[in-house]
């Protein structure tokens, strides 16, 4: 056996240093505040760029969708299908208690930097898309798993509220670089495969600093619980003789608890909305209040930004006074308030784009509270039951989160029946309806019943009469007996035409002024370009109509005009266009006044989800007053210096100075 070992430690020594770093990180000490900084920093910083990565989707789904010709339905279950992947991936990255967490990040951030910059925006259908977006979802499950348990690794409990806070900036800051990149991008690079690009190329660079810069802990002393950088010494101490072994025995058993499992899946619900603003956030916004992709990005930055301000402040203070319930009560109560404002503003088209600023401010703001606080506490909680299977426990959560956002995705399209048709059909018909106003108005304002008429038989004349009448309010016996006019005084009416309205006025007051007849005898002989002669013939002829038919033509003539000349533009509507615009507009428009409606519902359901946090704050560990938190904090400290004492007088001497081979005094 000796043999065995030294053969294989002589063929490790044989490794070049520089490969060996490639794979092996782990530190069998417990670094430094400067280095521990820089592997917490290299962490979140990778963790904002995989969820950018995963998130980027969501800011040009209008644009991916008409591309590859989703349905909006077939869409969401590109989600779904992920989500469903990634849940069992994140099952997966359980392992991370046994094979380690930074090398799942690593080569993990490659592979999706890479699917981001090549695979993704190159994919030549649905299902190569599908495909690839399936393979982007599976390895986010496995990170997403690894980097939580990476910072709980390099974070004492009574500093944890504030590293989670900067890791649950990894979701929120992936969201704001999603916004703010897209919304000062898509309209200089409107095609969507620049996002993709960009994405990739901060992908490997961000890869490339944890590459040469990631570390971990070696598992005995990440196996053990640590409350405060003064229990280095004695984690350092107990490394020696853990067996990481046995405590990884029965892990999945000890974390199906209800203490981790109701919290965690409160705190999935919880998030229900903030899932959905990842998504569909613009797709919301651009269908249901008419923005541009750019303006309801735009919108977004505001809510990513408060998270994340908020995020910080609530795991700074949090760790202060040694408590995350009230935290985590309060921000409930705070995007209970915004969610149902914002919920209510659904079916008020009028909302303003600062009103929505405040409310989204509101509901960002409470989640921030309540999301580092939960990580702090829920990563206590799970430390409680086993320190040695924190990376199971995460991924329990990560399998529950991904559940509960897959299946809320499969129920959207029910609950948002209407997004489908407006997303679907909407983009052409709205084309359409802009490229031709005056025709759709006409095509909206006539019996279907009577274009179908028109349709089969263009020269029908009754048709045409209910059509022009319908259209300009005249009954149709008066649109035919203007039609009848017109063509019986057609010379008539042009001469007409010709004269000026003040000479009609003055001639209407007194057929045989002077002055009047020749002006309008000029008026004609000029405008229509005939000798005097005739032009005083054609006037002649004018004053032989009948006043009650001339009248008659005056009053109703120019409505019957305008109708006839409205429903001959239809004509110039493509044919293609108009036989889409009548099959999906009526669609289009019922769905159009369904969706506030539809939406509303779904931000109800968003509003009760989020009560559940309530009593899964009872559950988790953790105190509720500050000070019974602070009296812990002491009493651990005395058991500390207590069993470092034991230690030192247990250990027995190592040289003839009698001195003691313990690391006490780096305490």
């Given at each position: 056996?000796?043999?065995l070992t030294?053969?294989?430690?002589?063929?490790?020594?044989r490794?070049?240093?520089?490969v060996?770093?490639?794979?092996d990180?782990?530190?069998e000490?417990y670094p430094?505040t400067?280095?521990r900084t820089v592997?917490?920093?290299?962490?979140?910083?990778?963790t904002?760029?995989?969820?950018?990565?995963?998130y980027?989707?969501g800011?040009v789904?209008?644009k991916?969708?008409p591309?590859?010709?989703?349905?909006?339905t077939e869409f969401?279950?590109?989600?779904v299908?992920?989500?469903?992947?990634?849940?069992?991936a994140?099952?997966?990255?359980?392992l991370?208690?046994?094979v380690?967490?930074a090398?799942?990040?690593?080569?993990?951030?490659?592979?999706?930097?890479?699917?981001i910059?090549f695979?993704?925006?190159?994919?030549?259908?649905k299902?190569?898309?599908?495909?690839?977006?399936?393979?982007?979802?599976?390895?986010?499950?496995?990170?997403?798993?690894?980097?939580?348990?990476l910072?709980r690794?390099?974070s004492?409990?009574?500093k944890?509220?504030t590293a989670?806070?900067?890791?649950?900036?990894?979701?929120?800051?992936?969201?704001?670089?999603?916004?703010?990149v897209?919304s000062?991008?898509?309209?200089?690079?409107?095609?969507?495969?620049?996002?993709y690009?960009?994405?990739g190329?901060?992908?490997?660079?961000v890869?490339?600093?944890?590459f040469?810069?990631l570390?971990?802990?070696?598992?005995?002393?990440?196996?053990?619980l640590?409350?405060?950088?003064?229990?280095r010494?004695?984690?350092?101490?107990?490394?020696?003789?853990?067996?990481?072994?046995?405590?990884?025995?029965?892990?999945?058993?000890q974390?199906?608890r209800?203490?981790?499992?109701?919290?965690?899946?409160?705190?999935?619900?919880?998030?229900?909305?903030?899932?959905?603003?990842?998504?569909?956030?613009v797709?919301?916004?651009?269908?249901?209040?008419?923005?541009?992709?750019?303006?309801?990005n735009?919108?977004?930055?505001?809510?990513?930004?408060?998270a994340?301000?908020?995020l910080?402040?609530?795991?700074?203070?949090s760790d202060?006074?040694?408590?995350?319930?009230?935290?985590?009560v309060?921000?409930?109560?705070?995007?209970?308030?915004?969610?149902?404002?914002?919920?209510?503003?659904?079916?008020?088209?009028g909302?303003?784009?600062?009103t929505?600023v405040?409310?989204?401010?509101?509901?960002?703001g409470g989640?921030?509270?309540?999301?580092?606080?939960?990580?702090?506490?829920?990563t206590?909680?799970?430390?409680?039951?086993?320190?040695?299977?924190?990376?199971?426990?995460?991924a329990?959560?990560g399998?529950i989160?991904?559940?509960?956002v897959?299946?809320?995705?499969?129920i959207l399209?029910q609950?948002?029946?209407s997004a489908?048709?407006?997303?679907?059909?909407g983009?052409?018909?709205?084309?359409?309806?802009?490229?031709?106003?005056?025709?759709?108005?006409?095509?909206?304002?006539v019996?279907?019943?009577?274009?179908?008429?028109?349709?089969?038989?263009?020269s029908?004349s009754?048709?045409?009469a209910?059509a022009?009448?319908?259209?300009?309010?005249?009954?149709v016996?008066?649109?035919?007996r203007?039609?009848?006019?017109a063509?019986?005084?057609?010379?008539e009416?042009?001469?007409?035409s010709?004269i000026?309205?003040?000479?009609?006025a003055?001639?209407?007051a007194s057929?045989?002024?002077?002055?009047?007849?020749?002006?309008?005898t000029?008026?004609?002989a000029?405008?229509?370009?005939?000798?005097?002669?005739?032009a005083?013939?054609r006037?002649?002829a004018?004053?032989r109509?009948?006043?009650a038919?001339?009248?008659?033509?005056?009053?109703?003539?120019?409505?019957v005009?305008?109708?006839?000349?409205?429903?001959?533009?239809?004509?110039t509507v493509?044919?293609?266009?108009?036989?889409?615009?009548?099959?999906?507009g009526p669609?289009?428009?019922?769905?159009?006044?369904?969706?506030?409606g539809?939406w509303q519902?779904?931000w109800?359901?968003?509003?009760g989800?989020?009560?559940l946090?309530f009593?899964?704050a009872?559950?988790?560990a953790?105190?509720?007053s500050?000070?019974?938190?602070?009296q812990?904090e002491l009493?651990h400290?005395?058991?500390?210096e207590?069993?470092?004492e034991?230690?030192?007088?247990?250990?027995?001497?190592?040289?003839?100075?009698?001195?003691?081979v313990i690391?006490?005094?780096k305490?």
């Amino acid at each position: 056996m000796s043999t065995l070992t030294a053969e294989g430690a002589n063929a490790r020594s044989r490794v070049p240093h520089w490969v060996r770093r490639a794979y092996d990180r782990k530190l069998e000490h417990y670094p430094d505040t400067s280095r521990r900084t820089v592997y917490l920093a290299v962490t979140v910083l990778l963790t904002i760029t995989l969820y950018y990565q995963f998130y980027v989707q969501g800011a040009v789904a209008t644009k991916l969708i008409p591309h590859f010709g989703f349905t909006f339905t077939e869409f969401v279950f590109v989600q779904v299908i992920g989500n469903a992947l990634g849940a069992f991936a994140s099952l997966g990255a359980g392992l991370a208690d046994r094979v380690g967490r930074a090398n799942m990040v690593v080569f993990g951030t490659l592979i999706t930097a890479l699917l981001i910059l090549f695979a993704l925006p190159n994919a030549s259908s649905k299902a190569d898309y599908t495909m690839f977006f399936s393979l982007l979802a599976v390895v986010e499950g496995v990170c997403l798993v690894a980097t939580p348990a990476l910072i709980r690794d390099f974070s004492p409990q009574v500093k944890r509220a504030t590293a989670m806070a900067f890791w649950t900036m990894g979701p929120v800051l992936g969201s704001l670089v999603v916004t703010v990149v897209s919304s000062h991008t898509l309209a200089s690079h409107p095609n969507w495969q620049f996002q993709y690009h960009v994405c990739g190329i901060v992908g490997l660079i961000v890869w490339l600093v944890g590459f040469v810069l990631l570390r971990e802990l070696s598992p005995q002393l990440r196996d053990q619980l640590m409350v405060s950088l003064r229990d280095r010494a004695l984690i350092e101490a107990r490394a020696r003789g853990l067996d990481v072994e046995k405590l990884l025995k029965g892990h999945w058993r000890q974390m199906l608890r209800r203490d981790i499992v109701f919290p965690a899946l409160a705190f999935s619900t919880f998030l229900l909305l903030y899932y959905i603003f990842v998504g569909f956030l613009v797709i919301y916004f651009v269908t249901v209040f008419h923005y541009t992709e750019a303006r309801a990005n735009n919108l977004g930055t505001w809510y990513w930004v408060t998270a994340a301000c908020m995020l910080l402040i609530a795991g700074l203070l949090s760790d202060r006074l040694l408590v995350r319930k009230p935290f985590m009560v309060l921000g409930t109560a705070i995007s209970l308030v915004g969610t149902a404002l914002f919920a209510v503003a659904a079916t008020q088209p009028g909302t303003s784009y600062h009103t929505f600023v405040f409310y989204f401010i509101l509901m960002a703001g409470g989640m921030g509270l309540v999301f580092s606080t939960w990580m702090a506490a829920y990563t206590e909680t799970v430390e409680k039951h086993n320190p040695a299977a924190t990376a199971t426990g995460l991924a329990l959560w990560g399998w529950i989160i991904r559940v509960t956002v897959c299946v809320s995705f499969a129920i959207l399209p029910q609950v948002v029946s209407s997004a489908s048709p407006l997303v679907d059909q909407g983009p052409r018909v709205q084309r359409i309806v802009s490229t031709y106003p005056a025709q759709v108005r006409v095509l909206k304002t006539v019996d279907p019943a009577t274009l179908a008429a028109l349709q089969h038989n263009p020269s029908n004349s009754l048709a045409q009469a209910r059509a022009v009448s319908e259209l300009s309010g005249v009954s149709v016996a008066d649109v035919q007996r203007a039609a009848a006019l017109a063509t019986r005084y057609a010379t008539e009416l042009t001469t007409l035409s010709a004269i000026h309205p003040a000479t009609q006025a003055a001639l209407a007051a007194s057929a045989t002024n002077q002055a009047a007849l020749a002006a309008a005898t000029a008026q004609i002989a000029t405008n229509l370009r005939i000798p005097p002669a005739q032009a005083q013939a054609r006037l002649a002829a004018l004053a032989r109509v009948p006043l009650a038919d001339l009248t008659f033509l005056h009053t109703s003539g120019p409505k019957v005009q305008s109708a006839a000349a409205g429903l001959r533009s239809v004509s110039t509507v493509p044919p293609a266009d108009l036989a889409y615009l009548q099959a999906n507009g009526p669609k289009v428009a019922k769905a159009a006044q369904e969706t506030p409606g539809q939406w509303q519902t779904w931000w109800w359901v968003c509003f009760g989800a989020q009560f559940l946090m309530f009593p899964a704050a009872f559950l988790l560990a953790g105190r509720w007053s500050p000070r019974k938190a602070q009296q812990d904090e002491l009493e651990h400290e005395q058991l500390v210096e207590h069993e470092l004492e034991r230690l030192r007088t247990a250990e027995r001497p190592t040289g003839g100075d009698g001195q003691l081979v313990i690391l006490a005094d780096k305490a």
